[in-house]
């Protein structure tokens, strides 16, 4: 099966290859053409109106190679025969093809039938839109409970027969309080066998919208009813749309694509995974825009495995290195106004300030919070805390104990009304990485990602071919 997913990639490339008669190449990178459609597919799809940092067909050539000599080195590393890649080079390769292996008629029967049964079920009837009041009656109820159920729908009915809204009776006194909010309202078309019984013989006993019917009693309950409207079945032409849509919903396609699958794989004698490579090279060949897509998936997913692996995961974990390139680049991440690094914290009781700030003295930050959480919150929370790196600004007591911000009136935090930090005032900067967090290993990364994609230019030839550039969606 892998083989045949390899297979499949490559018959891909080869397709693009033999368009290049009349698509012209813009760059060649390790030794593979890259077509004009290609690019533009690709630059197109990333420039669009609503990206906001647009650019240059000239400023993306370089984010292009880059992006293409990523693929290829994962290519070489045969990060695309891992088991974990194909499957879910799959899964997003299936979102495009399965749907296409259903032929229109098939889903034209299904929407038919789906038609055909709702004027069955209609029997000759109209559809009805309802709303009803509704006292709910306990299972098995006794002949009192029945009986003060009664009374109580009647007053009800009484009331509006009085002159009250039907709309606000509903609201105020039905338990059903789905409809209740609607005045009463179901908000579906009904037809025969959408209700219980004793409810569906009123509704179609109803003649003009707005009439009332007399309390009723089912097997839930009473009910009084109102008919709000009626109508006939729209034609098979205005509700296809609508009834295909809900078929999809129901995922009626995915089971025709399932057994279109199923049957090209019997008539092959192949497996299903080995039918839909087939397929998909096969409509690649004949729809460019979704050869580029399904490329696009291909080659998306080896970029992410090996940044990933190489590049990504490597240098969070380097803790040493990103502590390093910290101090190297450590004015870059100078404040343009005081920070704290510390503890904000709240107290029930005034006489664990003291106790609190005493207990954090000498103690090593990152163990702050267990600290306070297992020596005043073991039963009950009377301490909380917030820990990190303050801006000035960010937190009104920070700023007015630590920061000495006078001006600064923080507000009392509801049921903790004692309130102190412990702490460290950084002016300049910050004194280690983790004040700056995860900023600091972003851009570590990003450095590591720009040595190494340096090492792929010197790993690999590019060759690009600026006239054919410059024709780039102009031909």
């Keep these: 099966m892998k083989k045949m997913l390899l297979a499949t990639c490559m018959a891909l490339t080869e397709m693009v290859a033999s368009a290049q008669q009349a698509d012209p190449i ?17 630059y197109n799809k990333n420039n669009s109106d609503d990206v906001l940092d647009k650019k240059s067909v000239e400023e993306y050539v370089d984010m292009f190679v880059d992006y293409k000599l990523k693929v290829k080195a994962a290519e070489d590393a045969r990060y695309d025969t891992l088991s974990s890649y194909q499957k879910e080079f799959r899964q997003y390769r299936d979102q495009q093809i399965r749907p296409l292996l259903v032929k229109k008629e098939a889903m034209e029967r299904e929407v038919r039938s789906y038609y055909d049964g709702m004027l069955k079920q209609l029997d000759g009837h109209d559809l009805r839109m309802a709303a009803h009041i509704f006292l709910r009656l306990p299972q098995n109820a006794s002949k009192e409970e029945q009986e003060a159920g009664k009374v109580r729908i009647d007053s009800i009915y009484q009331a509006y027969l009085g002159g009250a809204s039907y709309e606000e009776l509903a609201k105020n006194l039905s338990d059903d309080k789905g409809t209740a909010v609607r005045g009463g309202l179901i908000p579906q078309w009904l037809g025969p066998g959408n209700v219980i019984k004793e409810m569906e013989d009123v509704i179609y006993q109803l003649k003009d919208s707005g009439d009332v019917a007399k309390p009723i009693l089912s097997p839930v309950g009473y009910h009084i009813i109102q008919l709000r409207g009626k109508k006939n079945l729209e034609s098979y032409e205005q509700l296809r749309p609508q009834i295909e849509q809900y078929l999809d919903r129901q995922g009626v396609r995915d089971r025709l694509a399932q057994e279109a699958v199923d049957a090209l794989s019997k008539d092959r004698n192949i497996t299903a995974e080995e039918a839909l490579d087939i397929e998909t090279a096969q409509f690649c060949k004949k729809d460019p825009d979704l050869r580029y897509l399904v490329k696009e998936y291909h080659d998306g997913l080896l970029l992410f495995e090996i940044m990933k692996t190489e590049v ?53 930050e990152t163990k702050w919070i267990e ?34 911000q ?28 983790t004040d700056v967090g995860s900023q600091v290993v972003t851009d570590y990364q990003a450095s590591c990602e720009k040595a190494f994609v340096e090492g792929l230019r010197k790993r690999y030839e590019v060759k690009i071919y600026p006239e054919v550039i410059a024709t780039v969606n102009k031909h």
Aim: aromatic letters at 12%.
């Design 406 to 433: 006078k001006k600064v009136a923080p507000k009392e935090k509801k049921g903790y009304p004692y309130a102190d930090v412990v702490g460290k005032v950084l002016k300049r900067g910050p004194e280690k990485w």
């Design 371 to 404: 600290l306070v959480r297992n020596t005043f919150n073991k039963d009950s929370v009377t301490v909380r805390m917030e820990q990190r790196v303050f801006a000035q600004g960010e937190n009104a007591f920070v700023d007015k104990i630590a920061l000495k």
């Design 26 to 42: 813009v760059m060649r990178i390790a030794g593979v053409d890259v077509p004009r459609s290609e690019f533009e597919y690709n």
């Design 312 to 364: 990504w995961d490597p240098a969070a974990k380097d803790s040493a290195s990103v502590e390093r390139y910290f101090k190297d680049n450590k004015d870059a991440y100078a404040y343009d106004k005081p920070h704290f690094r510390g503890m904000v914290f709240y107290c029930k009781n005034k006489r664990d300030v003291k106790a609190v700030k005493k207990l954090l003295k000498k103690a090593d």
